[in-house]
């Protein structure tokens, strides 16, 4: 193969703007992506070649470091124009890669919070990151519209695969790699197509048949690509260009949630305030009260109680402070409920189809069945000036964390007052509406939405599905007999949690969702908060405290740890099996070790050649105590959905130098 890790963009007659692996290593060829410009009816306003068009393009480069490439277009026509999406796509069949695909890995980055993401050997197809046996287009649009962007598509070919905003190809024999795709993620939604079967590639925004008015100019979200010899190195540096085009806010906290204790939406002020009194009495590192769903009135009422809260939620909000925690809650900012008030008040508010009838959004779950609700829509000034003044009063009331869930009605597909606003542009204008309420001192931890262009706006960014809905488990019947990826449980929640950890402390602190207390297997329990205390820097606790004890122990060093868990077989398998992460303990320099079985058989674990790449004192089972003897050939043997975590005592410098 003659060009090594080469990608081209081509805008006018010729390839513009080239990327070559500056190593000469990197054995695929990503070929020359041409640019086509789609209006809202499918045809083509702008060809790479073409020379007549109502659009113009504007392409320029910046390869100081990497590689960033930056598209501005412009209707140069005399009529409004229906942009649909902006595609650099082959126009050949020229995308290889050297070898057997057996030794390469690629990302996926699912688009919402529970759509599972992480790397994989290409021989894994895409679908084993959702269902079994269920073609994706048969699921209902109210599933659908929470989880995924249009047009996805989950192949159960092997080489063929999409991921939202970027990817990368990793090959792990010769250990180099390319990461490309979109790093900007403000401005539209963006998603990376290779199909190694057909030799085509392809990198999308959707601009959702936005209008650009004659003489105006849209610029798109930047384009990034970059080389490296460790994937997750490569994906660490993909999320500081991230974190610094976006201004990234990092603001861990230690949270209990009444959602994870059992309560769901039929939670009492007396659950709560239970809970903070057993709290109080014990050393913990829980510093937030979080009252999830349940106290509302309706979706959507978020200052009206039910009778569960005769004394509303301010009076909550001064008993959580007086008790000596940080008072927090929960609300979905951007659903209303088709019997709520907002609704009944504002029917001109919500995003509606094009027959002019409202859009269902999706479905909120409780205990006794699914709650519909309706999109507003955030394009609309006096919408944006609801959802501020409802954080600025909460604010007031002395809320100081806000979980916000449901996000992707503010995206939902529909017809919006704005015609020229893309569907993340709405959603950012909401989001940015929800930061104005709350204010620079206020969290904001979200829940389900979508996930990268929360970027900047919040401080805590969920990194995976639920720990669970009901009664703790490892898997649920369904996933169980699906293959299931995306629905709440501890596989799953782990899983995405490894697969997403790069994020951690660079785009936001992440949440790795719900410590949870009796319900699961002993072994199963320890698997859950080892990758959660790793994966993540911010804490959730789901705990009855009135039915028993819960065990913090060792909990403290290592949420005092910053940054992301490195994966060390990352693409070699679907599911890794060890993770690192650096740390201290009374000042002194320590590694985090951890070793994972996530099947159900017993495994015999060889340990990762990686901890010996620096010397160490000694090495102890952390969360027994005992001393560790670890060699280059010792491996360790793992029941089924176990994990044992390692602390390597690091040498001194003076030490290693002796």
């Known amino acids: 193969m003659a060009r090594t890790g080469y990608l081209g963009f081509v805008v006018g007659g010729d390839a513009g703007i080239v990327s070559i692996d500056p190593a000469g290593r990197l054995g695929c060829d990503l070929g020359d992506l041409h640019l086509h410009v789609y209006d809202s009816a499918g045809g083509t306003v702008y060809q790479a070649g073409a020379a007549d068009g109502p659009i113009s393009v504007a392409v320029s480069s910046d390869e100081a470091t990497d590689v960033r490439i930056f598209v501005t277009l412009k209707n ?17 069949k020229s995308v290889a890669i050297q070898g057997d695909m057996s030794g390469w890995a690629r990302y996926k980055m699912g688009f919402n919070t529970g759509a599972a993401s992480g790397a994989a050997p290409l021989t894994v197809p895409d679908n084993r990151f959702f269902l079994r046996g269920v073609p994706y287009g048969i699921l209902p649009k109210s599933v659908t519209n929470m989880l995924y962007y249009d047009g996805t598509e989950f192949s159960k070919v092997p080489g063929k695969f999409e991921s939202e905003w ?22 539209h939604f963006s998603r990376v197509r290779v ?53 990234a806010r990092v603001n861990p906290a230690a949270i209990w949630c009444s959602w994870y204790s059992g309560f769901y939406d039929r939670v009492k002020v007396s659950d709560i305030r239970d809970n903070m009194q057993a709290l109080s009495k014990i050393e913990s590192p829980v510093r937030f009260i979080q009252l999830d769903d349940g106290y509302q009135a309706m979706i959507g009422d978020w200052l009206n109680t039910n009778s569960r809260f005769p004394d509303g939620v301010e009076a909550l909000a001064k008993e959580i402070s007086q008790a000596g925690f940080n008072p927090g809650i929960w609300t979905a900012p951007f659903s209303v409920s088709p019997e709520g008030s907002v609704y009944k008040q504002h029917p001109d508010w919500v995003v509606r189809n094009s027959r002019g009838k409202p859009v269902k959004a999706g479905f909120i779950m409780g205990r006794f069945g699914p709650r519909p609700y309706y999109a507003l829509d955030t394009t609309i000034p006096e919408v944006r000036a609801h959802v501020t003044g409802i954080y600025k009063s909460l604010r007031k009331m002395g809320w100081r964390l806000f979980k916000i869930d449901f996000l992707t009605s503010a995206m939902i597909e529909g017809v919006r007052k704005d015609p020229s606003r893309t569907r993340a542009e709405a959603y950012r204008m909401g989001m940015q509406a929800v930061r104005d309420g709350v204010g620079e001192d206020g969290l904001i931890l979200t829940g389900i939405g979508p996930f990268l262009i929360n970027t900047g706006i919040i401080d805590i960014q969920r990194l995976s599905p639920d720990t669970c809905f009901g009664s703790p488990a490892w898997m649920t019947l369904e996933q169980k007999l699906t293959g299931d990826r995306m629905t709440p449980g501890v596989r799953n929640q782990t899983s995405t949690c490894i697969g997403r950890t790069f994020t951690n402390d660079i785009l936001w602190s992440g949440d790795a969702d719900a410590i949870v207390g009796p319900g699961l297997a002993p072994n199963e329990a320890v698997y859950l908060k080892t990758v959660a205390l790793l994966t993540g820097s911010t804490l959730t606790i789901g705990h009855d405290f009135r039915k028993a004890p819960f065990d913090f122990s060792g909990y403290d060093h290592l949420l005092a740890a910053r940054g992301p868990a490195r994966v060390v077989d990352m693409g070699q398998v679907e599911f890794p099996r060890h993770l690192i992460r650096a740390a201290t303990i009374d000042s002194k320099p320590v590694k985090f070790y951890a070793v994972l079985n996530q099947s159900d058989s017993e495994v015999s674990i060889p340990v990762s050649e990686e901890i010996f790449v620096e010397p160490f004192d000694k090495v102890d089972d952390y969360w027994n105590g005992t001393e560790v003897e670890m060699r280059p050939d010792v491996s360790f043997k793992l029941g089924p959905r176990s994990a044992r975590l390692f602390v390597i005592w690091m040498a001194s410098k003076s030490d290693a130098a002796g």
Do not use: C, W
């Open 166 to 187: 970027f990817s990368a190809l990793y090959d792990f024999h010769d250990k180099h790699g390319i990461l490309f795709g979109f790093y900007g993620v403000q401005k």
């Open 76 to 92: 140069i026509g005399d009529a409004p124009i229906r942009l649909s999406r902006v595609v650099f796509e082959s126009a050949d």
């Open 195 to 247: 199909d190694l079967t057909a030799g085509t590639a392809s990198l999308t925004a959707f601009l959702d048949d936005s209008e650009l008015a004659p003489g105006a100019s849209r610029e798109l979200d930047p384009i990034i690509i970059l080389y490296g010899s460790d994937l997750s190195e490569m994906l660490e540096q993909y999320a500081n260009a991230v974190a610094e085009h976006n201004q």
